[in-house]
Nanobody, 120 residues
Framework: QVQLVESGGGLVQPGGSLRLSCAVSARISSMHGMGWYRQAPGKQRELVATVTSGGSAYYVDSVKGRFTISRDNAKNTAYLQMNSLSPEDTAVYYC??????????????WGQGTQVTVSS
């Protein structure tokens, strides 16, 4: 069974920090790209950041300099360190991962989402 298990969301004051984690639970032969997306109420889901298997990162302009995406390939886990959070960052954050199973298929999978609320 393939699962992406997210953790680390919560309520934080403006200017605060949170660290999200996304662990892929599956029998994997190779991990490919991983990323974080978010969806605020009444808005479409948007890309936040991605990281390749080699560690190259991409960020949407609104989070550059504040968020850092990283991954631990040995643990099949991606992280999103979020600093200097503002109310505009409030959203449900979703992890996305592409990987090849030991049984052969390549899968693009989503986590269940974790709520991040920035409010005083």
């Amino acid at each position: 069974q393939v699962q992406l298990v997210e953790s680390g969301g919560g309520l934080v004051q403006p200017g605060g920090s949170l660290r999200l984690s996304c662990a892929v639970s599956a029998r994997i032969s190779s991990m490919h790209g991983m990323g974080w997306y978010r969806q605020a109420p009444g808005k479409q889901r948007e890309l936040v950041a991605t990281v390749t298997s080699g560690g190259s990162a991409y960020y949407v302009d609104s989070v550059k300099g504040r968020f850092t995406i990283s991954r631990d390939n040995a643990k099949n886990t991606a992280y999103l360190q979020m600093n200097s959070l503002s109310p505009e960052d409030t959203a449900v954050y979703y992890c996305n991962a592409k990987f090849t199973l030991s049984s052969g298929p390549t899968i693009n999978s989503w986590g269940q989402g974790t709520q991040v609320t920035v409010s005083s």
